[in-house]
């Protein structure tokens, strides 16, 4: 996706107050949208809307095998067939809460303090306390991967029972007293067999999926806003990235660029809510404005710079690439401010 890009279809958030704008995923059917006590698949382009389904709260996405399970703020969840966007089941639950992972026979469900586990019949089969963490990061269809006591400790639970199969902490590396935080996971994601969690300080480990054993670990030199694929870890900075290999735990290629893009920030250089493509890279700063560079260092470089008014810090977030068009979800105070944007390759 080669830059400068240029917006090319939004659609209004309608999302009330705060940060908590539209949210959407791309699907083999179209672009899944949650908005306020609202469900809604969309063309690509976002021209046309396919199907909008009245919910009782901004329900959270949980797409998989061409259906979504949303969560709720009242005494539903429901299981959504994206194509058409008919009801395909209503499992009575209560509360507010956010779907975690789904399948046949269970659904896994987030509240603010606790993971639970129910059945088709809203029937409760376990619950744990979170103790202060994050909660689940990723799962399997027996697995679960939580992170716990403020993201210092990692853990594998079985999805049938919620008991511990295994769990991690990274060694800390300055004494482990309090200001300490060389041993805090950042990152965790399962890849195949594999669970990588990646610590503060740049440590990279690969456990295994079945054990919790270290089966590699290395150390990243350049360190930022981590995204973990099946072969590499990528770290961003706001003048440049790198590409990091948790297969071989070494440094595979590295881009610098200060000189390029200081001149487009206002304020302090920051970076959030990346997004890599074979082209460019994309993210979004404090100020309110998408920054990209482009990858080909063989060629005169380009940058980029797009602001949105109103959007708040860190103002775009979810990014995802879909047929060849980039897409990201903006937030603001004032409701104006939240929407989702698409941009494309000004020359194709």
Request: aromatic share 8%; hydrophobic share 40%.
């Amino acid at each position: 996706m080669a830059l400068p890009l240029v917006p090319a279809g939004e659609l209004d958030g309608d999302a009330g107050f705060g940060p908590g704008g539209v949210s959407a995923r791309a699907t083999e059917s179209g672009v899944l949208v949650s908005r306020l006590r609202c469900l809604s698949l969309h063309s690509p382009d976002l021209s046309h809307e396919h199907w909008r389904r009245a919910l009782e709260a901004s329900p959270g996405l949980s797409v998989a095998q061409g259906r979504t399970m949303t969560g709720v703020i009242g005494d539903h969840l429901y299981e959504i067939d994206v194509a058409s966007g008919e009801v395909v089941d209503r499992v009575p639950w209560q509360g507010e809460v956010t779907i975690v992972g789904w399948g046949p026979d269970l659904i896994i469900t987030r509240r603010v303090r606790t993971l639970e586990t129910i059945d088709r019949g809203g029937k409760l089969i376990w619950t744990i306390e979170k103790e202060g963490a994050r909660g689940v990061v990723a799962n399997t269809a027996d697995r679960l991967i939580a992170l716990r006591d403020f993201s210092y400790r990692l853990s594998c639970l079985s999805v049938a029972s919620g008991e511990s199969q295994w769990e991690f902490q990274a060694k800390p590396e300055y004494g482990g007293g309090q200001g300490d935080d060389s041993a805090q996971i950042i990152e965790v994601a399962i890849v195949a067999d594999r669970v990588l969690a990646l610590v503060r300080n740049g440590r990279v480990f690969s456990l295994s999926l079945e054990s919790g054993e270290i089966v590699k670990a290395g150390r990243a030199e350049f360190v930022g806003i981590p995204r973990i694929s099946a072969t590499s870890v990528f770290f961003v900075q706001p003048g440049g990235y790198s590409e990091f290999s948790h297969l071989e735990m070494k440094e595979l290629y590295r881009d610098e660029y200060p000189d390029l893009v200081q001149p487009l920030y206002v304020g302090s250089p920051t970076v959030h809510a990346f997004a890599l493509t074979t082209d460019s890279l994309v993210w979004t700063t404090r100020d309110g404005a998408f920054i990209g560079v482009s990858r080909d260092r063989k060629a005169p470089r380009k940058v980029w710079r797009h602001s949105i008014p109103g959007s708040l810090m860190p103002i775009l977030q979810h990014p995802f690439v879909y047929r060849d068009a980039l897409y990201y979800e903006s937030k603001g105070l004032d409701r104006q401010a939240n929407k989702l944007v698409r941009f494309v390759s000004q020359s194709p």
